[in-house]
Nanobody
């Protein structure tokens, strides 16, 4: 049984920073490609960033240079460091673990507002 749990969301001012964390339990974490997705009201869920088991990363164009994904296999954790946040970054952010099956967290809300 795989559980994926996000944390770290909240309210932040434009230009501020947040770090999201995602812990995947009940599995061998190092096997998984991990990703962060987000969904804003009225919009499709979109990939924000992903990192493979080998450490390769990719980012949505909208967050390149501002967000950084990383992983700590020893802690079964993936992080999303978000800097220079903009109001358009407001969304529910979901953690995804992908290997043989696809597992999702319940999401954590990030609100960027003055």
């Amino acid at each position: 049984q795989v559980q994926v749990v996000e944390s770290g969301g909240g309210l932040v001012q434009p230009g501020g920073s947040l770090r999201l964390s995602c812990v995947a339990s009940g599995t061998i974490f190092s096997f998984y490609t991990m990703g962060w997705y987000r969904q804003a009201p009225g919009k499709e869920r979109e990939l924000v960033a992903a990192i493979t088991k080998g450490g390769n990363t990719n980012y949505a164009d909208s967050v390149k240079g501002r967000f950084t994904i990383s992983r700590d296999n020893a802690k079964n954790t993936v992080y999303l460091q978000m800097n220079s946040l903009k109001p358009e970054d407001t969304a529910v952010y979901y953690c995804n673990a992908r290997w043989i099956a696809d597992y999702w967290g319940k999401g954590t809300l990030v609100t960027v507002s003055s």
